[in-house]
């Protein structure tokens, strides 16, 4: 018997219709990622890095072609099926971290879990998550703002994990961090692969990339090699 892997691209394009043309932001591309992968995807600005990204986050559709998570065709998903997917397996980890600005850092690792269970968190998990990557008690009541670059993608990465999803797609997670600071969120992410996350990393940096065990080069929307 054999089993689907956890994602699966067959002959998807991405097109943008535009006066001047079509553009294929992503051009007939075919792809499987297993579970427990740690995969980084490279590329000149313009190969469709971020819209495959969109894709595997169920933030968009493909044009053509099919998209299957967990062996299961996202386009034939109900829109309340796609957002428990993306509560429940996908955890979203950007450049820019997306914090909740009027939160404090407690508030929005708690948030997700309002979401799914629509009522505080009494469980503890939120503060289990921030001590996780090093976010104790007193900063966790500071905002946003009053964190460093490092400690709010600290916090953006305990949100992301709170609902404990199968997979982690970062876009840049490290593009707004010194090397010392970057190079303990990808410490953080080793550990999270070794946990059994499945782990998809945008990145431009070779270094970054040297962490997954696969990379995946993108040009002109297609797949250049892997
Ligand atoms: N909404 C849109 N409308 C039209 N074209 C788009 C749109 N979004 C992306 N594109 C085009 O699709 C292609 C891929 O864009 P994408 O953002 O995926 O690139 P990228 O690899 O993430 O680049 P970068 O490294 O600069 O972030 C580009 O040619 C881009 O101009
Ligand atoms: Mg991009």
Known sequence: MSTSPLIRLEDVSKIYHLESGDVYALDHVSLDI????????????????????????????????????????????????????????????????????????????????????KKRDTTGRAREYLNAVGIDEAMSAHRPSQLSGGQQQRVAIARALVNEPKILLCDEPTGNLDSKTGRQIMDILVHLHETGKTIILVTHDPKVADY?????QLEDGRVAGS
């Open 34 to 117: 297993e579970e427990n992968e740690f995969v980084a995807i490279m590329g000149p600005s313009g190969s469709g890095k971020s819209t495959l990204m969109n894709q595997l986050g169920i933030l968009d559709v493909p044009t053509t072609g099919v998209l299957s998570i967990e062996g299961r065709d996202v386009a034939s998903m109900t829109n309340l099926e796609r957002t428990h997917m993306r509560r429940d397996v996908i955890g979203y980890i950007f450049q820019k971290f997306y914090l909740i600005p009027l939160l404090s850092a407690y508030e929005n690792v708690e948030y997700p879990l309002i979401l799914k269970y």
């Open 212 to 216: 997954a065990h696969r990379t995946i």
